[in-house]
């Protein structure tokens, strides 16, 4: 297959009507945040351990069609001696790989963050391409305060965005582009909207002077919200109404699909806001998911680092699938969420 048609066929086994994305490709410190709260130590055995269990789960192919890999699950094998990405595949999955090297503080903007990791990417990404990956992640954060994030991260990072988006396109893996606009911070939804809009102007910008195929690649943004702190939540209806017009004045419509991050969202939250966007009318481009906490935290409640707690942490993780995979028919409803104890 050449590479457009390498690009077109990973588009497509992704953006499938019910199903979308999970992230599970915590960098090392951020697997350790997670572990911590149940109490189990990030070894490399714990982690193979989670991930493999996770990617076993019975039937998650039917709500999700990729999973993000970290580059040292990409390399590790279940008990049975099969290679994650291998597993994955076996799932009816698509496997895909974090790629971005995190992020630092951006020179001469207090405040503001850029992401690394354009060196030597085509080679690793090469590399990741005979492991399996097929599909790639590259993340940039923006602050909000009261003088973040600056022009200077708007433009270097959307720079950077579009520049990994290219180097994946020219190499056959399909890019993700994630702008996440942080949740921390005590703003109103309107400079939320404000700031994502600002964003997303850029990156989209950036991309066309970079020469980005949009057809072959995913967005994934975070929602239009209230800073964490702020003193009102949003309703599900307001965050979609303010998400989907955010989006409708900066992603083209050539883009396939907008897959979601969670960003710091319940899980129960991150379902019921995806849900109100897929009840407003028909938009020009699927609205799905690609869940890191809010797909996996109840898995890991479940879990607590027990290995006879396998078949409930998989029954945990496919339940927030399957209500995500409802989530973008429009049909989910909190009915669905299993009673309180
Ligand atoms: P969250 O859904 O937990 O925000 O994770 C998604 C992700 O991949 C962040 O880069």
């Not at 971005?100 to 850029?114: Q, V, W």
């Not at 433009?155 to 994946?168: D, F, G, P, Q, T």
């Amino acid at each position: 297959m050449n590479i457009q048609n390498q690009l077109q066929a990973t588009v497509e086994a992704l953006v499938q009507q019910g199903k979308g994305i999970l992230a599970m490709d915590e960098s090392s410190p951020t697997i350790a945040k997670r572990f911590k709260p149940i109490g189990v130590e990030s070894t490399e055995e714990n982690r193979r351990s989670y991930r493999s269990m996770l990617l076993a789960t019975p039937g998650l192919g039917e709500f999700v069609s990729g999973v993000i890999l970290f580059e040292e699950t990409l390399g590790q094998k279940a008990d049975d001696g099969t290679p994650l990405p291998a597993l994955t595949a076996q799932q009816g999955i698509v496997p895909g790989i974090k790629v971005d090297k995190g992020k630092l503080a951006l020179a001469n903007a207090p405040g503001d963050e850029i992401t690394e990791g354009l060196d030597g990417l085509a080679l690793r990404l090469e590399s990741y391409k005979q492991q399996g990956a097929r599909f790639a992640k590259w993340r940039d954060v923006y602050h909000i305060s009261a003088t973040t994030p600056s022009r200077l991260a708007i433009e270097a990072n959307a720079e950077v965005l579009a520049r990994y988006a290219s180097i994946c396109q020219t190499l056959g893996i399909v890019p993700i582009v994630e702008p996440e606009v942080l949740i921390d911070g005590d703003h109103s939804i309107g400079r939320c909207a404000e700031v994502t809009e600002a964003v997303l102007h850029e990156v989209f910008h950036a991309l066309h002077r970079y020469h980005v195929i949009l057809e072959h690649m995913l967005l994934k943004p975070n929602m239009v919200i209230p800073g964490k702190t702020h003193a009102q939540k949003a309703s599900p209806e307001e965050v979609a109404e303010q998400t989907i017009r955010v989006l409708r004045r900066t992603v083209p419509a050539a883009v396939p699909s907008i897959n979601f991050l969670s960003g710091g969202l319940t899980p129960e939250e991150a379902t019921a806001n995806l849900n109100a966007m897929n009840c407003l009318a028909p938009q020009p481009w699927d609205l799905s998911f690609s869940y890191g906490r809010a797909l996996q935290q109840p898995a890991l409640q479940a879990w607590k680092g027990n290995a006879g707690n396998a078949a409930s942490t998989q029954a945990a993780l496919y339940l927030r699938a399957k209500l995500n995979g409802a989530a973008r028919h429009g049909s989910y409803s909190v009915t669905m969420e299993p009673a309180q104890e």
